[in-house]
Structure formats: C-alpha cells, structure tokens
C-alpha cells in the first residue's frame, strides 16, 4: 500500500519559516517526480514546488526565492523549505508523486500564517 505522510504544518508569523515533510511507504521515491501543490479555501490547487528524479527543480514566481524542494531518497522523504513567509502562504499543502502512470497524493497539512 502506498502512502505519502506529510507533515510539519502549523501556525506562523509572517516572516518566519517551516519545513514541511512528505514521507513515502511503498514506493520508491528516487524513481519520482515530486510536486508540492497548496489550496487556500476558496481557490484551485496551485502548484508550488516541482522536483525531478534528477534533481532538478522548479518553482511558482510567487515562492522563488524563499522556498526550496530537496529530497532524501535515503529517507524516502521530500522536503519544502519555506522562508520568509506571507500571509498569503496560508493554504492546505499536499504533496505528489508522479512517475509515468503512477500518482499518488498525501493528506495533506495545514500551513497558516498570520500575526
């Protein structure tokens, strides 16, 4: 069975930082593309964070800059680092695998940021 877990949400200020966790059973994540996606109440998901198997990266414009992905494949674990964080992160986020016809998402966890 697969299951990705994320953790590491919770409430911030603006200004500070988290990293959020997505750790994967049954799969292997090495072999995946790894997305972190958000969904504030009232809006479509949005993609924030891509990760190829290679390594190589991506962001949407409005976290360039004050977030980063990374993955442990040793710890079956991608990471998104959020720093400098605005109110406007505030959102539900959930991560993904994708590997040709194989998708699989977490539960997600909950990112508010407020003063």
């Known amino acids: 069975q697969v299951q990705l877990v994320e953790s590491g949400g919770g409430l911030v200020q603006p200004g500070e930082s988290l990293r959020l966790s997505c750790a994967a059973s049954?799969?292997?994540?090495?072999?995946?593309?790894m997305r972190w996606y958000r969904q504030a109440p009232g809006k479509q998901r949005e993609l924030v964070a891509t990760?190829?198997?290679?390594?190589?990266?991506d962001f949407t414009d409005s976290v360039k800059g004050r977030f980063t992905i990374s993955r442990d494949n040793a710890k079956n674990t991608v990471y998104l680092q959020m720093n400098s964080l605005k109110p406007e992160d505030t959102a539900a986020y959930y991560c993904?695998?994708?590997?040709?016809?194989?998708?699989?998402w977490g539960q997600g966890t909950q990112v508010t940021v407020s003063s």
């Open positions: 990760i190829t198997s290679n390594g190589s990266t």
């Open positions: 993904n695998a994708h590997f040709d016809a194989w998708d699989y």
């Open positions: 049954g799969i292997i994540l090495s072999f995946y593309t």
